[in-house]
Antibody, heavy 127, light 106 residues
Framework: QVQLQESGPGLVKPSQTLSLTCSVS??????????WSWIRQPAGKGLEWIGR???????SYNPSLKSRVTISLDTSKNQFSLKLTSLTAADTAVYYC???????????????????WGQGATVTVSS | DIQMTQSPSSLSASVGDRVTIACRAS??????LNWYQQKPGKAPKVLIY???ALQSGVPSRFSGSGSGTDFTLTISSLQPEDFATYYC?????????FGQGTKLEI
């Protein structure tokens, strides 16, 4: 059974860089056709997809955050990480990591779904 | 980006009720639509993918329909554990965009 667990600082100062790690157990992140994603959710608000990294290491980012985001893989530790620079109060949120994969339906195509999620890490940006 | 709009934003219902939540995309997304359930303090859980396919392990009282721009999630007979917030999400292209959520309350 695949499990994901976020870790990182709960409090970060404005203008600094947030670094979060997602530890994966039950599967090797470098094997299979999976995309490892980050999503965030400000308190009381909806979900925002941040970006993803494929098992090969190729990345895709939300254009709204692209200039500030880096997602990377560490296959030796079976982890993937998020770096978000130039933080402001608007970046305060619960950050989730999740596994995304393509569910194949015969004669229809591939359908991407996020099926396994971490429990979430609360990040507050404040001086 | 494709915009996703859910209605209603909140909904009150009782155990045993049949409930429908709507989701509209700003452009056609074929059937590339997922539904998630989120309980307070927990991560979202996928219920439906490809607009109408039930994710493994999800009770059959959940069903989805629609194609193009208009979609619905139906819960046929509400159970106490179904009171939560529901999100639709388009998987047609990047970035994946979620609806604003529908809070289902007792």
């Amino acid at each position: 059974q695949v499990q994901l667990q976020e870790s990182g600082p709960g409090l970060v100062k404005p203008s600094q860089t947030l670094s979060l790690t997602c530890s994966v157990s039950g599967a090797a992140i470098s094997v299979g056709s999976f995309y490892w994603s980050w999503i965030r959710q400000p308190a009381g608000k909806g979900l925002e997809w941040i970006g993803r990294i494929y098992t090969s290491g190729s990345t895709s980012y939300n254009p709204s955050l692209k200039s500030r985001v880096t997602i990377s893989l560490d296959t030796s530790k079976n982890q993937f990480s998020l770096k978000l620079t130039s933080l402001t109060a608007a970046d305060t949120a619960v950050y989730y990591c999740a596994r995304m994969y393509a569910q194949i339906i015969v004669d229809q195509g591939d359908y991407f779904v996020m099926d396994v999620w971490g429990q979430g890490a609360t990040v507050t940006v404040s001086s | 980006d494709i915009q996703m709009t859910q209605s209603p934003s909140s909904l009150s219902a009782s155990v045993g009720d049949r409930v429908t939540i709507a989701c509209r995309a700003s452009q056609s997304i074929s059937n590339h639509l997922n539904w998630y359930q989120q309980k307070p303090g927990k991560a979202p859980k996928v219920l439906i993918y490809a607009a109408s396919a039930l994710q493994s392990g999800v009770p059959s009282r959940f069903s989805g329909s629609g194609s193009g721009t208009d979609f619905t999630l139906t819960i046929s007979s509400l159970q106490p554990e179904d009171f939560a917030t529901y999100y639709c999400q388009q998987s047609y292209n990047l970035p994946p965009i979620f609806g604003q959520g529908t809070k289902l309350e007792i």
